[in-house]
């Protein structure tokens, strides 16, 4: 038998580096969605594949994939309800939802899949974030809604 001695040297080096402590806290996201799309299926099943095994190495809790479904109607409104048509989709998506990421882990996670995004493939990325309080309060609601009644009592 043939035998390969494999030796790895590491270099230990001391590095000193300086931790800055920021004023503001990092931000925190609820559901980090990124939707990929790319005409070969395949492809974007092995991107798939490796985006989650990114997210589960870096300790992201990712979410199982959702599926889209055929579309399917009838050639005509009226008549002939046997008869349908299936209409078939040349681009395919992939919906990868992250949930409770930090804004540093998703800059790291989303830089690193970017980097590694194949050719023919288009990534979109919607961060979902909590609705701030002037936007979220009940008082500025009503007073939008008493508002708008006021306009349109006025015309």
Known sequence: ??????SVCVCRTLIVSQVSLAE?????Y???TVRVKGHDRSVLDSYEFFVTLAAGEL?????????????ALLKSVHIFKKHHVQYETRTHQRRIEV???TGSSARV???YIQRNLPEGVAMEVIKVTKIPEHIHTPGV???????????????
Do not use: M, W
Not at 1 to 6: A, K
């Open 141 to 155: 609601f009503l007073f939008l809604c008493a508002e708008t009644r006021s306009v349109n009592h006025q015309s």
């Open 99 to 101: 949930s409770r990421v």
């Open 24 to 28: 503001e806290p990092d931000a925190l």
């Open 109 to 111: 996670y989303l830089e």
């Open 1 to 6: 038998p043939l035998y390969i001695n494999v």
């Open 30 to 32: 609820q559901k980090l």
């Open 59 to 71: 300790g992201l809790k990712c979410e199982p994939p959702k599926h889209t479904d055929k579309l």
